[in-house]
């Protein structure tokens, strides 16, 4: 059974950086799409970035491109996000996903993601 844990989230103030983490169990990084999706109150989840399985590229939505970057550690087993420039905006709870569609509509991929971790929440507040 697939397991996704989040870490690193927490209360930081606009312009800070900050760097989460999604521990995969059961599997390795290299048979699913992983990415990081978020969802703000009252909105509905959207996708943020993913590693695409089939050719290892990275995707990016808008909101967050130049600015937040995905990353992994297979000997880890162990994905990342970087949120580097935080707006207020970006208050969330971010959840790390796999197996879905990765590519450029990362976006609006939510709805197809089929395994879900836990959550993390992360505030940009000053």
């Known amino acids: 059974q697939v397991q996704l844990v989040e870490s690193g989230g927490g209360l930081v103030e606009p312009g800070d950086s900050l760097r989460l983490s999604c521990a995969v169990h059961?599997?390795?990084?290299?048979?699913?799409?992983l990415g990081w999706f978020r969802q703000a109150p009252g909105k509905e989840r959207e996708g943020v970035s993913c590693?695409?399985?089939?050719?290892?590229?990275?995707y990016y939505g808008e909101p967050v491109r130049d600015r937040f970057t995905i990353s992994k550690d297979n000997t880890k087993n162990t994905i990342y996000l970087q949120m580097n420039s935080l707006k207020p905006e970006d208050t969330a709870v971010y959840y790390c996903?796999?197996?879905?569609?990765?590519?450029?509509?990362?976006?609006?991929?939510?709805?197809?993601?089929?395994?879900w971790g836990q959550g993390t929440l992360v505030t940009v507040s000053s």
């Open positions: 996903g796999a197996d879905f569609f990765c590519g450029p509509d990362i976006f609006r991929a939510s709805a197809n993601v089929e395994i």
């Open positions: 590693l695409a399985s089939y050719d290892s590229n990275q």
């Open positions: 059961g599997t390795t990084l290299a048979y699913y799409a």
